[in-house]
Structure formats: structure tokens, C-alpha cells
């Protein structure tokens, strides 16, 4: 992080500091704040103390414990009943009237101490694993900063921003969206000078309306480009075109088969030929007007995280960074935690990609157990999609039809919006004893194990808040990996 004073804060925000000085002599303004904090859980010594507020919690509660963990200073919430008889009476203290207003002024005016591109990345889904992916990639030939985990709202992305400095030669950041203008807030925050749209599906349909309303919000980052940036674009999604549109910068664009015979309908990067196995993807290279031409193999499994990965290179042939550079560090790639992670039990294979579902990404997830072969029988489970608004039921059972379709074995439900991909799946052709449905994940665990026999694969994938990483905890718990030694 490059170096943040308490008057640089007070500049950038419009603070009002209500206790304490801003000395030149003072050693903490001198060698300014070591963080921006807004979790006292994580806040180190000689950081800013942040305090956010929400509908459930008083951000001001927590100013001693910030205190207490060695906060060099502390940016409350205004509130007529402030209190400040619990912290040290040599701790600065500034006021805002909307901290979270504050956090991101703060940031904004952060990213003009940047001098390294920064590519927004968006999407329906494929989010996280592209980022992670421009990641590894990069970081094998300069210095990357990218979001931890999943930081990609108004919170996330100025932590993010706040992570880079001097040093940083690209900073790679997730950028999602709830409602409409969320996008361009962040893109006003972070001012990306270059942008991957991975694709465009029915994902947050209650806050966004519908799919071109997606296709809107997810174009807005795009459309803050500047005109010497760069946009990387899914050419297989129909939404492409329309977004291009939206930008005078360069625009990239990355295919799977694109060319069926007809060059032009390639891509910038086009992957062709496809082969899954045990040690992931193996692809067909071609693009930039035949410069490229090479076998690649991937360690992520499946045609999505193959279009996460066209995502990735593409953003590094804007960079202008060598292909053949780049190309030799895919073997190291990773997609994270929870993302068709795969994990070897005792007689069983799980792919655990819990972290999160949408009907575009759970397809992706069926395609990938239907493509997997040299198993038992696959069973998939499905926990309820959220945000789907007026089309969930549809969109459930639309996802149990192509699993019965896809040739999954089994199928276990969880959650009241998953009873309608149950009646998918029977409608589909599964037999009424290959479908169980269940109401809570703890049940769900239960039913997965019970069900589950040597020589199955088992794909896991439902929202968040169903919390289905728990049931693959639990077959791991009770089976044991590869080669852990059996319990007594």
C-alpha cells in the first residue's frame, strides 16, 4: 500500500476530524496508515479503523476493540449520540455522515497514486476463476495484485484497490452487481483501463429484471473504458455484438469452435478440439491471425473454465505480454476453493463447486459430470438458486431437465426452489427412485452419503447461502481422502 495519511483521508472525504491533531512531526503522518480496516476481526496495528454500518449493525459499536487492536486512528459514523468516553484520549478520531460514502471517495482518490493497468472483470459467472487465473498467469512475469476470494463490491473493490501499490504492475479486479448502476459505481472507484465480460445469463434476475437488463449492467464497464484500453469479450455469447458497441477501445473476443469451417466467425483466440480427462482439458490453440497455433492443457475441467481461461489470455495478449510466456505457466493455474475443486476420497470422487450457482453455471457444472467417464454412476447435487426473481421456479426446472437429458444417475435436491428442478428431472425421463429431494443441507449430507457407493463421482453446486461446501465436509469427514489412513 502507498503510504495514506490521516490528512489525505480528511481531503479525499470531505472527514471532519473531532479529536486529535494532524502534526507534520507526528510519526504515524509521516510514514502514514499500514491499512484501511473495516473489520476489527482483521484490523492490524497502525491502521485506519473504518466503521461501516448496516441494517443490522453499528459500525461506531466496535471503535474500542479497533482501539484496543492498535488502530492509529478512526473514521466513526457522525451520530449526535457519539461516545467517545471508551477510547484513548490520544487516538485521532474523524466523523463522516456515510462512512461506506467515505470508504469509497477514499479509494477513488487511492487509484489516482496507481500507475499499473487495472482490468475490471465482470460476468454472470466464470468471475473468480477468470480473475484467478489472469493471476497465475501474470504473476509468473510481473508483480499482480488481484481481489481476494470473492471482493467485488463496494466494499471488496476498494480493499482490493488498497492492496496495490508502486510495485504493482497490473491489479485484476472482480466486479459484480446486484441492481442496476452498481457497475458503474465501481468503475468509478476503480476507473479500469481495460474490461473481460465473461458472459451474460440469468443471474441476479430480482435486482436486474431480466437477461438484457444484465446484459446492460454488465456492458457499463465496458463502457467506461478509455479509448486506449482494451475489452475482452465471449464471442459465443449472443449478447457480445450489443456490448462492443459500447466502447471505442480495443475489443478482443474468444471463441470455443468458432470457425466451424468459417474463419471469420473465429475469435481473437479460438479453442477447438476439445478433450477432458483425469488431468483436466485439453485444447486446440489457434488465433491471432495464425501467430498462434499450439496444444494446451489445462488443469481446470470443463468448456467453461476453457472460456475462462481464452478470458484470461486474451486480457494478457492486450497486455502485450509474450503468448508463449504466458502459455508456459497454465499448468500451475488454479480456479480456487469451491470452484470445481477437485477432492479424491476413499472410493469416491467429488468435485466441489459450492461456492456459489446460477442457471448458466450450474449447466456448465452438468456438462462437466456428464463428460466424466470411467465412474460408477454420477450424482449430482443441487442446491436452490437465489435472486431469480419471477422465473426461479422455470429456471429450476429447466436445470433438472438437462440433467435427466445430460444422462446424470442420480440427483439430490436441496432447498424449496430445487422441488421444481425435481419435477425437471422426473419430466426429463429420471426414474422417481433416482431423485431425492431434501429440505435442508444437513439432510442433504446425510442423504449424499447414504447414498453414495464406491467408484461414484459426486458434483456438488448450489448458492451461497445454502452452504452446500457442508455436505462435501461431511463426506470428507466420515470417508476419509485417498490415502488417509483408515479409522479404527
Not at 8 to 21: E, F, K, Q
Not at 162 to 167: C, H, I, Q, S, V
Not at 261 to 266: F, K, L, M, S, V
Not at 367 to 396: K, S, T
Request: glycine share 12%; net charge negative.
Amino acid at each position: 500500500m502507498n503510504r495514506v495519511r490521516l490528512q489525505d483521508v480528511l481531503d479525499s472525504t470531505g472527514a471532519n476530524l473531532v479529536r486529535g491533531g494532524v502534526s507534520a512531526d507526528d510519526p504515524v503522518e509521516k510514514a502514514g496508515f499500514s491499512g484501511i480496516s473495516t473489520d476489527t476481526r482483521t484490523l492490524g496495528a497502525g491502521e485506519l479503523f473504518l466503521a461501516l454500518s448496516g441494517p443490522s449493525f453499528d459500525g461506531n459499536r466496535f471503535a474500542p476493540a479497533a482501539a484496543r487492536s492498535g488502530a492509529a486512528a478512526l473514521l466513526l459514523r457522525a451520530d449526535a449520540a457519539l461516545d467517545l468516553s471508551e477510547l484513548p484520549p490520544d487516538l485521532p478520531v474523524a466523523t463522516h455522515p456515510d462512512p461506506r460514502r467515505a470508504l469509497a471517495d477514499l479509494a477513488a482518490w487511492y487509484r489516482s497514486s496507481l500507475t499499473c493497468p487495472v482490468i475490471g472483470i465482470t460476468g454472470s459467472c466464470g468471475k473468480t476463476t477468470t480473475k484467478n487465473v489472469l493471476r497465475d498467469l501474470v504473476a509468473r512475469i510481473q508483480p499482480v495484485v488481484a481481489s481476494p476470494s470473492s471482493f467485488n463490491n463496494e466494499i471488496g473493490v476498494p480493499h482490493t484497490l488498497f492492496l496495490a501499490d508502486r510495485t504493482t504492475k497490473l491489479l485484476a479486479i472482480e466486479m459484480g452487481t446486484n441492481h442496476p448502476g452498481e457497475i458503474a459505481t465501481l468503475c468509478r472507484i476503480a476507473r479500469p483501463t481495460a474490461g473481460i465480460v465473461t458472459n451474460i445469463g440469468a443471474s441476479h434476475l430480482e435486482g436486474l429484471g431480466s437477461i438484457d437488463g444484465v446484459a446492460e449492467e454488465k456492458g457499463d464497464l465496458v463502457a467506461s473504458l478509455p479509448r486506449d484500453g482494451f475489452a475482452v469479450l465471449n464471442g459465443d455469447c449472443r449478447f457480445t455484438p450489443d456490448i462492443a458497441l459500447r466502447t471505442g477501445a480495443r475489443v478482443l473476443t474468444y471463441t470455443i469452435e468458432g470457425g466451424q469451417g468459417a474463419a471469420d466467425n473465429c475469435g481473437d483466440l479460438d479453442a477447438s478440439e476439445l478433450y477432458f480427462h483425469s488431468g483436466g482439458t485439453t485444447f486446440r490453440l489457434r488465433g491471432l491471425a495464425g501467430a498462434v497455433d499450439a496444444e494446451v492443457t489445462s488443469p481446470l475441467l470443463g468448456t467453461h473454465n476453457v472460456h475462462n481461461l481464452l478470458a484470461a489470455l486474451c486480457a494478457c495478449v492486450g497486455l502485450g505480454l509474450p503468448l508463449e510466456d504466458v502459455l508456459a505457466g497454465v499448468a500451475t493455474i488454479s480456479g480456487g476453493r469451491q470452484r470445481m475443486e477437485r477432492i479424491e476420497l476413499r472410493g469416491l470422487t467429488v468435485f466441489d463447486d459450492s461456492y456459489n450457482a446460477n442457471p448458466e453455471s450450474l449447466k456448465a457444472a452438468v456438462r462437466v459430470l456428464a463428460g466424466l467417464h470411467g465412474y460408477r454412476r454420477r450424482v449430482l447435487v443441487i442446491g436452490d438458486m437465489l435472486e431469480l426473481g419471477e422465473l426461479a421456479a422455470e429456471l429450476h426446472h429447466r436445470v433438472g431437465r438437462e440433467a435427466a437429458a445430460a444422462g446424470i444417475d442420480r440427483i439430490v435436491l436441496v432447498g424449496e426452489l430445487a422441488k421444481a428442478a425435481a419435477a425437471g428431472a422426473l419430466e426429463g425421463g429420471l426414474p422417481a427412485e433416482h431423485v431425492h429431494h431434501v429440505d435442508t443441507t444437513p439432510e442433504a449430507a446425510l442423504a449424499v452419503d447414504a447414498l453414495v457407493e464406491e467408484g461414484d463421482v459426486v458434483l456438488v453446486k448450489g448458492s451461497r447461502r445454502m452452504r452446500l461446501e457442508e455436505v462435501v465436509e461431511e463426506l470428507v469427514e466420515r470417508r476419509g481422502r485417498a490415502g488417509d489412513e483408515p479409522r479404527p
